[in-house]
């Protein structure tokens, strides 16, 4: 696909990749469709296709602290993460249920772990990216976007999308969060919804109560951010061609308005073809194409994941960004690998194909009415919002830490983002299986996670932070949430929706 944004630098970027060997061990349940393995098995592909060696940085990152989390999550739910495990949980059926923390969200052992993994890669590629010493930061085990302050959602239990925005805003005035997994990024939008600071693009199926229900076109910001939250709702079976007839205009057309200084694209793979929740057509070049057009702005750009529930596609997909990130050219012929016999249905090709005859329920008409009210939408914005960084925030984490080594309203009738059929193609020995396999990849660790960096890419402390800030990661300031009363005005009846959420202000002052 032809990307012809606005010219980037010729260089080649320099890439960061975030990975803990231990992810891929846990286990949300039997016949659960969200499998951590998934992102051991993309790993593997990068491994075998030899892409390590063309990383600028390869870092198990530094699990993040229970105060890192409190930077957006509440307290108490951070407290419960933490505290809750399968042995003691039928002691506490009132949080289960005032936590989300059953049915899509299950407890399992290692759960907070598995959340400090997730939101400890995206800090870190943050911190990368706020020092400039990578031009691209992926962390495939992140990409948590429906998680919410005090509540999980759709598998997601810590949002660290939010955390590592809120990192990348200490050091830029506006940061893009594009997310295209085939779900809505309603943790992402909700946390942003009342700041221009970051504006939230999501391309994702609505309609017919989809999860989460949330994302129509007239969704769009309250307050000082009206206007910064952006929804593309679309219908089932939408091909390459579709999507980027609306893609490539629409994304073209915001970096121009809003010029971010920071791009975090959520790579969610469950918009492929084939998806076992997904119900889009896209192939993973398709997919992949969003990449490189985002990458061509040759701004900070943070890769992460997100949904994805057929395995072996979500593998394919992540490894072939990972490559198109670092520049590399990868045969279609997938390399030997230790997973190399899943890839048999699929010919152990690279490629994602689109399913051939499948209906696509995004005609002509909607394309066009819907990229020219986006387009016109865009065009009224106003000029990109600016802050003084007189109050900077202290740094989640420094550059030290990383050497060493994922919107129903409160009340609503909960939806869910799997229907609890159980996956034929797992069964306990499959589990058994997965977790045998870990030590096989600790073997494949990449000798190189201990390169040093320059104190002097340190930024010296702002004046606040000398005067004693809040915390790593946290900025001090009043927790209250500005009163804000949707006021939509397109869109198909989620007003009313949207105006029953607490959008939330965690965050302090210096946001
Ligand atoms: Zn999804």
Redesign the pocket.
Known sequence: MDAAPSAGPARKARVSYFYDPDVGQFYYGQGHPMKPHRVRMAHSLVLHYGLHGKLDGYYTPTRATAEDLAAFHSQDYVDFLRTVNPDNMSRYTRELRDFNMYEDCPVFDGLYQYCQIAAGGSLGAAVKLNYQTSDIAINWAGGL?HAKRAEAS?FCYVNDIVLAILELLKYHQRVLYLDI???HGDGVEEAFLTTDRVMTVSFHKFGNNYFPGTGDLGNMGHGQGRGYSLNVPLRDGITDETYHSLFQPVMAKLMEVYRPEAIVLQC?T?SLAGDR??VFNLSSKGHAACVEFMKSFGLPLMLLG???YKIINVARCWAAETGLAVGADMAEQLPPNEYYDYYGPVGYTLTVQPKAGLDNWNTPPYLDILRNRILQRLSELQGAPGVAFHERAPDGMDLDDIQDVNMAAPGASPQR?WDGELDPEDDPTAAAAEGGRRRADASFRDPRTTKPLSPSMLRPPSASQLAGGSGRGGGGGDPAAPAESAQDTEGTGEGARAGNRSPGWPFGDWI
């Open positions: 976007h759709g997994d085939v779900h969610g469950d929740l997904g997100g949904g994805g983002i």
